[in-house]
């Protein structure tokens, strides 16, 4: 998937003489930034759209699988991202999201004191893809089997119940050990060696 970038600033015209104080501009205008950012990941705006460029895909899939709108922390800027498997059509959708939502609202604004949305960066043609993150997906993958791992050998050495010391014998029976008979294992059908069994000679009488 490739992702076309733009960046839209707000802003509303105010008359020469008109009273009003900065703080106050400033901090109604990123309110204003956030409804417009609202407005601008609606229907009315997909819909146009989709109707201009004649894309193969529904409102609802629009907004809620490829466009992607949120205000820049709290200024007067929208990032709008649009995702698409080619590079030149996520371009194309990105730019005519800004011109088409500029358009809409410059119709329905009244007249005194209108507001303003100008697009301010334009996307350019995206040179490698967005997803998927190969790096991101083979470090999960180390993460989670590491993670799997030693959760494995944690629950292996919980369920082991055998003792492998005279001393575990010793503390949980509460019986001291007499002796260990150590273990001697032979391959099966390996004949026996002259050195480890000899007959026992008769003896006569």
């Known amino acids: 998937m490739y992702e076309g970038t733009i960046r839209i600033l707000v802003g509303k015209e105010q008359e020469a003489n008109a009273p009003g104080s900065l703080g106050g501009d400033v901090q109604g205008l990123q309110q204003l930034t956030q409804t417009m950012a609202e407005t601008l990941n609606s229907r009315t705006v997909a819909n146009a759209v989709i109707e201009q460029l004649n ?3 529904t409102s609802e899939d629009f907004l ?13 800027l929208i990032e709008v991202r649009y995702r698409d498997p080619n590079p030149q059509t996520a371009q194309q959708v990105a730019n005519t999201v800004g011109e088409v939502f500029s358009e809409q609202v410059s119709e329905v604004n009244p007249s005194g004191n209108p ?20 790096f991101l997906s083979v470090g999960l993958a180390l993460i989670v089997g590491l993670a799997l ?11 082991d119940d055998s003792w492998r010391a005279p001393e575990e014998v010793e503390q949980i029976s509460g019986i001291p050990t007499i002796g260990v008979i150590p273990k001697h294992g032979l391959s099966r059908g390996a004949p026996l060696s002259s050195s480890s069994w000899r007959p026992k000679r008769r003896v006569s009488k």
């Open 55 to 57: 894309l193969p895909v």
């Open 64 to 76: 809620g699988k490829y466009l992607s709108v949120e205000q820049v922390r709290v200024t007067q």
């Open 115 to 134: 507001t303003t949305v100008t697009v301010w960066d334009r996307a350019e043609l995206p040179d490698a893809p967005v997803s998927p993150n190969i």
């Open 149 to 159: 791992g030693v959760g494995l050998a944690f629950l292996l050495e919980y369920l």
